[in-house]
């Protein structure tokens, strides 16, 4: 599994999916860049998550907050006092780890070696430590269960400490004047202060939902797994806004939504499964992680909060604005509680990807083969189409560039006349174009093309007039 892992990073950076950022200076580290393929098929899952959001659902609407915000924002919310992680260092090798994630990291070790009573003991202790944020209790625990640094392979630890995962900057050029701003840890505070400007100018009746898709950063203490954990990343929020005491029922249909929609995308559904929090976040009442199987185990790759009035109350304490709604069916007003589902776009462009990937034997007695392929959705390949003239010769290329002025208005296509025909195809599965259209000496004589399907292998041939219409069938969500 730490091959398959190692084969799709290598694989996303081969293919133009994802690069380590400013890469020429050895990279920054946790942040990455998307390439010419990767920014296609992150637009593509942001399409996605929009229409079954906003377009699919006549009572939730978008909006596009900026990235900066007041800074009492963040005091009203929480962040500023509490968005911390425990974190501990190793005196030998000076470096910086999360002291939950050494212990979880030593529970997933307890259960690889089948000692799974001493996993679910420590899993006990860790949930406890963390209820009762009692730093002095995790590194009693780190030394009880002989953690060593990863690193340095040594047991000398500081104690733990809280540290704020918010990135400040400074706003306005005067040094005495300048304000401390900080860059937004969740899209999810840009809905809530906006909450009564959408209310108010959509004309929404609870219950209604805002959706946002952008920009988070958190100063992660430890950065790994690829786009797992980042410092700079980005999330797809929904803030759907309730009658106190629906919560719970509300809570419950967007945790059978929001899972369903995963699996639409076609995976396997034994890759995933639900968390439930011991301890919910500071501004929750009840909290559930959608989970999926990694290559490196079982993680979070969405989260479904029921966050009460948590946050509108602050805001209107901070503000002094009235943050409420006049319900006309219960001829009443009321703090509205909210419901939030929170994705993180890079780990699910993650998921995707390792859904995806497989190595295919296609060996006969003759001769040895395989591919790569990436069996994307249709609706989320990057390339719809790719257009093959089979020769440079003859005319060919020109009607294929003919046959593929008419299409790529509406799909991303690709244009390729270089080396043989069967190596095409190769390079189109490993960017999991679902169809390959060949233009061959047929074509110049009755207009007709074949198309070959990326999971089949299989050929068609298929009227060129038609094709606008099949390959929009095909790729339809
Ligand atoms: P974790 O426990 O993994 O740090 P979290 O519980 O802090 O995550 P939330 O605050 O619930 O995460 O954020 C919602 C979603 O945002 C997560 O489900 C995840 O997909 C995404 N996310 C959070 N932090 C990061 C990060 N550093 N890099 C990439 N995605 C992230």
């Known amino acids: 599994t730490d091959d398959f892992f190692k084969n799709i990073i290598s694989h996303a950076k081969e293919y133009g ?6 890469e020429i200076y050895d990279g920054l580290s946790a942040v990455y860049d998307y390439g010419q393929m990767g920014s296609e098929l992150k637009n593509n899952l942001k399409t996605y998550w929009w229409k079954s959001m906003v377009q699919l659902n006549e009572n939730i609407v978008g909006i596009d907050a900026a990235i900066f915000m007041h800074p009492t924002t963040w005091k009203a919310s929480g962040h500023v006092d509490g968005f911390n992680d425990p974190m501990i260092d190793n005196k030998d090798s000076k470096k910086r780890y999360r002291a939950d994630q050494l212990i979880e990291d030593k529970i997933d070790r307890y259960e690889k070696d089948g000692k799974t009573d001493k996993a679910a003991q420590l899993q006990k202790d860790l949930d406890e430590a ?39 900057t400074q706003m306005g050029a005067m040094a005495e004047e300048a304000e401390k701003v900080y860059l937004r840890p969740e899209t999810a505070q840009g809905i809530f202060v906006n909450f009564l400007n959408v209310q108010k100018t959509g ?24 786009i797992m954990r980042m410092r700079e990343f980005e999330q797809m929020e929904l803030q759907f806004f309730i009658r106190p005491g629906t919560e719970m029922e509300w809570y419950e249909k967007w945790k059978a939504t929001r899972l369903k929609w995963h699996l639409a995308l076609g995976a396997d559904s034994t890759k995933y499964r639900y968390h439930d929090h011991v301890k919910p976040a500071h501004y929750a009442n009840a909290a559930v992680d959608i989970e999926y199987q990694f290559p490196f185990g079982f993680k979070e790759v969405e989260g479904i909060h029921s966050r009460t009035d948590f946050d509108l109350k602050q805001h209107q304490e901070y503000s002094k604005k009235k ?13 509205p509680y909210v419901v939030e589902t929170s994705i993180g776009l890079d780990r699910l462009f993650l998921t995707v990807l390792a ?8 060996s006969t007695e003759e001769k040895k083969d395989s591919r790569v392929v990436l069996k994307f959705h249709p609706a989320i390949a990057p390339v719809k189409a790719a257009v093959l003239p089979l020769t440079k010769k003859d005319g060919l290329p020109d009607k294929a560039r ?8 509406d799909f991303n296509i690709q244009y390729d006349e ?10 189109q599965d490993a960017i999991g174009t679902p169809f390959c259209i060949t233009v061959d000496y047929q074509t110049l004589e009755d207009d007709t093309v074949t198309i070959r399907h990326r999971d089949s292998m299989e050929q068609e041939r298929v ?10 069938e095909l790729v339809s969500w």
């Open 203 to 226: 004309r929404m009746k609870i219950p209604f939902g805002i959706a946002q898709i952008g920009k988070a950063f958190r100063n992660e203490v430890i950065a790994r797994q690829f």
């Open 418 to 427: 270089k080396d043989a025909i069967g190596k095409r195809y190769r390079r």
């Open 323 to 335: 943050m409420q709604y006049f319900d006309p069916e219960i001829n009443q007003n009321y703090v």
């Open 463 to 472: 009227p060129a007039t038609d094709l606008r219409r099949i390959i929009g």
């Open 130 to 168: 963390i209820t009762a944020d009692d730093l002095v209790r995790l590194k009693a625990i780190i030394e009880e269960h002989n953690i060593v640094c990863p690193v340095s392979g040594t047991k000398n630890w500081t104690e733990v400490r809280q540290f704020n995962l918010m990135f400040a």
């Open 355 to 362: 859904n995806s990937l497989v190595e295919e034997d296609l």
């Open 402 to 409: 003919e046959i593929m002025a008419k299409l790529k208005l």
């Open 17 to 22: 999916f994802v690069f380590p950022s400013s």
